[in-house]
């Protein structure tokens, strides 16, 4: 299978009382916590032996440990984002015999879900995707896209 052939269904998913695991304390998953804080705070919990200063800034709880498969216990989503392709690979297979959706930083073959870029306006969520092929695409078109609303080009 080839990256082109990967196909996602772009939905919202209610994640009201839901709790969200984010495995790496890195970098990317720097990144993915600071996008998912816009939206979600309390029910996200990060575990990673070591963390960056900008990740602790965040609302969530924090962790310090290695992974294991019983950290995914109780938990409706995860995030993987921890720089170690095989521990990615594995965490993505425990995830899987416990029902849990997961992404996979970086790696769409590996992906239930891949996030969209997203610009919120009140209530409104705008959410550009490209089927995990292109993110600097999927960012470029929903600054476009938030540049046309406050511009007052689009009316929310």
Request: glycine fraction near 8%; hydrophobic fraction near 40%; proline fraction near 3%.
């Amino acid at each position: 299978m080839k990256r082109e052939d990967l196909q996602f269904l772009p939905i919202s998913i209610n994640v009201t009382n839901k709790r969200i695991l984010l495995v790496g304390g890195g970098k990317v998953a720097t990144h993915k916590g600071t996008i998912m804080a816009r939206i979600v705070k309390e029910q996200v919990t990060v575990v990673a032996p070591e963390f960056t200063e900008e990740i602790r800034q965040l609302p969530f709880t924090f962790v310090t440990k290695e992974y294991e498969k019983s950290d995914l216990e109780g938990f409706f989503l995860v995030y993987v984002c921890t720089g170690n392709h095989e521990l990615n690979a594995q965490i993505k297979v425990d995830a899987e015999e416990l029902g849990i959706l997961t992404s996979v930083c970086d790696s769409p073959f590996l992906c239930d879900f891949v996030s969209p870029a997203i610009h919120n306006e009140g209530h409104v969520t705008i959410s550009v995707g490209t089927n995990g092929r292109d993110a600097f695409q999927s960012v470029s078109i929903r600054n476009q896209i938030a540049t046309l609303i406050q511009e007052g080009k689009i009316i929310i």
